[in-house]
């Protein structure tokens, strides 16, 4: 009797364990859903356009265009909207995409600020938002992405000044914000960047010493600052070419 009483309470157990964990991904996918949604909802789209048609709750978000998900949990991995003549915003929800690896929103016309809860898509590992409208300033907590590969706000509107949090992209190896309004130095923290290969931050309003411990990136092979009001070592070529150090 103990036996068989131990086997049902297994059984349940392991029922219970299961369910809990189907309705855990029901309930991500949807979140999931919810925040690609809010981001149609935040574009301008013609009746007759890609999203507008293809992007409906009558098919599954993991085959709309531009989706991909992972094979197993069936979560948002990618999101790949470049080049599809959308103007808008970018809405706080798609901070909810937690599994969320690479973003790609370039040449588009998004314009606005990006919203802090972007940063808590720690799996990120490559951003894409050049050739856009996108201003306001950098979030100071950018370091939180500590997974960053590469980030490319290029040809935005981007203000305020590089944050020091920077140095906490230690895996970046692409840093591409050239044509913007950045002011201020460049911190000496950019030189913790040890697998950077390339930094672009040309045609700016960045101004003081550009800082020596940029020397310190041996991994550099291509470095464009020109176009700011810097001092010191400054680049009159638009892209120079470093020589790897044996």
């Keep these: 009797m103990e036996k068989l009483f131990l086997c049902l309470f297994g059984f349940m157990l392991t029922q219970?364990?299961?369910?809990?964990?189907l309705a855990m991904r029901i309930t991500n996918s949807s979140t999931d859903e919810s925040a690609l949604l809010a981001l149609?909802?935040?574009?301008?789209?013609?009746a007759d356009h890609v999203l507008s048609i293809n992007w409906s709750s009558s098919f599954s978000f993991c085959n709309?265009?531009?989706?991909?998900?992972?094979?197993?949990?069936?979560?948002?991995r990618i999101l790949n909207l470049s080049d599809m003549g959308l103007r808008g915003t970018v809405p706080p929800q798609l901070g909810n995409l937690s599994f969320l690896v690479k973003l790609d929103?370039?040449?588009?016309?998004?314009?606005?600020?990006?919203?802090?809860?972007?940063?808590r898509l720690r799996r990120l590992k490559c951003v894409n938002l050049s050739y856009n409208g996108f201003s306001g300033e950098i979030p100071n907590g950018?370091?939180?992405?500590?997974?960053?590969?590469?980030?490319?706000?290029?040809?935005?509107?981007?203000?305020?000044s590089i944050p020091p949090s920077i140095s906490n992209l230690s895996v970046l190896q692409t840093l591409?914000?050239?044509?913007?309004?950045?002011?201020g130095s460049i911190p000496p923290e950019i030189g913790q960047l040890?697998?950077?290969?390339?930094?672009?931050?040309?045609?700016n309003k960045l101004s003081g010493a550009i800082p020596p411990t940029?020397?310190?990136?041996?991994?550099?092979?291509?470095?464009?600052?020109?176009?700011?009001s810097l001092s010191g070592m400054y680049l009159k070529t638009q892209d120079t070419l470093k020589t790897k150090r044996k």
């Design 214 to 228: 940029i020397s310190n990136i041996s991994s550099l092979e291509l470095l464009s600052l020109p176009e700011n």
């Design 194 to 203: 040890h697998r950077l290969k390339i930094l672009r931050i040309a045609y």
């Design 105 to 119: 929103l370039h040449n588009n016309s998004f314009h606005g600020q990006l919203p802090w809860d972007l940063l």
């Design 40 to 46: 149609k909802a935040s574009l301008n789209l013609n």
């Design 176 to 183: 591409d914000w050239n044509h913007n309004l950045i002011t």
């Design 142 to 160: 950018i370091g939180r992405l500590s997974m960053l590969q590469h980030l490319s706000f290029r040809n935005n509107t981007f203000s305020g």
């Design 16 to 21: 219970h364990c299961f369910m809990a964990s």
């Design 64 to 76: 709309w265009i531009g989706v991909t998900c992972g094979i197993h949990h069936r979560r948002v």
